[in-house]
Nanobody, 123 residues
Framework: QVQLVESGGGLVQAGGSLRLSCAAS????????MAWFRQAPGKEREFVAA????????YYTDSVKGRFTISRDNAKNTVALQMNSLKPEDTASYYC????????????????WGQGTQVTVSS
């Protein structure tokens, strides 16, 4: 079992920044990568970014490239998502996830989920 706890969501104006954090505990050695997904009301959960624990290789969905940065701290078992130049369309619940796959880009490839944290971007 892996437990994931997110923090850092909130309300921000368009163009602003937020930093999300995810603390992992439990059998984290069974995970190859960490990822962030998001889900807006009435929409399906979608991939945002992923990072491998070992090499720190990253992967992003096109809509956040150049604005979001995913990073990890192996010693603390934490993953962060720095979100800059936020847009109203970034409004969603953001979920931390872990996977045994290299870059889980669909919810079906995720093994464990966090409880989610709300990000709201006002125009």
């Amino acid at each position: 079992q892996v437990q994931l706890v997110e923090s850092g969501g909130g309300l921000v104006q368009a163009g602003g920044s937020l930093r999300l954090s995810c603390a992992a505990s439990g059998r984290t050695s069974s995970s190859y990568s960490m990822a962030w997904f998001r889900q807006a009301p009435g929409k399906e959960r979608e991939f945002v970014a992923a990072i491998s624990w070992s090499l720190g290789t990253t992967y992003y969905t096109d809509s956040v490239k150049g604005r979001f940065t995913i990073s990890r701290d192996n010693a603390k078992n934490t993953v962060a998502l720095q979100m800059n130049s936020l847009k109203p369309e970034d409004t969603a619940s953001y979920y931390c996830a872990t996977s045994r796959r290299a870059f889980p880009t669909t919810p079906g490839e995720v093994n464990y989920w966090g409880q989610g944290t709300q990000v709201t971007v006002s125009s």
